[in-house]
């Protein structure tokens, strides 16, 4: 309980300590990537305080003045602080509206993010027109293609993906970048009882999966093969800490 104390003692020192320059960097749109990159210099302070080492497989490294959708399995409320440390692209993610009623972060997601508000249709054809415009831009997407913390049982994913992050890819023709994040629900357990326990974060950063002249009928076919990539880095982890 103590760790859990000290983690959330920094992880809101941190921002509260930071969020004027993400304040003053949120006001121009061509401010913005400094804005991710105080959000970046955030993560890397708060693992490195709380020590606790990111250990990343990079089986491909994104370029930075590429643009991607980043795919990665949502089991955590970690995943968005380790995704903001382990990837360097300027990307905007696309996750839930309910995050902006947070004092101060809520602001910064809602200025510097996609939401989306699942009650409502049109909010989601809207993140998908806006998620359309922001790659055209050039800037890369994140997404949890889960949908949200669906699972019941992880490491297993929720099946089936949502289509959304697939759609955009094809659309702007840009490649996928699977992404498994191995362990974070052991770190940080999606439960009532909020409790950090302290190990090793891991990740895979898989090859991109390409799409140009694909179309929509391929959308699910993408679906499942980024499914397959995603979920053989997770299996071989349980298995690995099944053996041990």
């Known amino acids: ?19 004027p320059f993400m304040f003053l960097f949120l006001q121009r749109e061509e401010w913005k990537p400094y804005a991710h990159k105080v959000n970046y210099v955030w993560g890397r302070l708060f693992f490195w305080i709380i020590g606790m080492p990111i250990q990343v497989d990079y089986r491909f490294r994104p370029d930075p003045k590429q643009t991607y959708v980043f795919c990665a399995n949502h089991f955590s409320y970690l995943d968005i602080a380790v995704m903001g440390v382990i990837i360097r692209n300027f990307y905007a993610f696309i996750g839930k509206s309910e995050v902006k ?6 602001y910064m997601f809602a200025k510097l993010h996609i939401q ?9 054809a809207y993140s998908l027109s806006k ?11 994140m997404i949890f293609p889960e949908g949200g913390i669906k699972s019941k049982q992880p490491p297993k994913m929720h099946h089936p993906f949502k289509d959304g992050a ?3 890819a094809v659309q702007q ?6 992404i498994s994040l ?7 357990p999606e439960k ?12 895979v950063v898989h090859p991109p999966i390409e799409t140009k002249g694909l179309t929509q009928t391929d959308v699910e076919r993408l679906k499942e093969e980024t499914f397959r990539v995603i979920d053989e880095s997770l299996m071989n982890q349980s298995a690995r800490v099944a053996m041990n």
């Open 131 to 141: 998620g359309i415009r922001t790659l055209k831009s050039g800037r890369s997407i």
């Open 182 to 188: 191995l362990n974070n629900h052991e770190v940080f």
């Open 101 to 106: 009623r947070v004092p101060l972060f809520g």
């Open 1 to 19: 309980m103590l760790y859990t104390i000290w983690c959330g003692f920094w992880f809101l020192t941190l921002f509260l300590v930071l969020f």
């Open 166 to 168: 697939f759609t955009m």
């Open 192 to 203: 009532k009882k909020l409790r950090m326990y302290w190990r090793p974060i891991r990740a």
């Open 173 to 178: 023709q840009v490649p996928i970048v699977p």
């Open 116 to 124: 989306v508000d699942r009650s409502q249709a049109n909010s989601r």
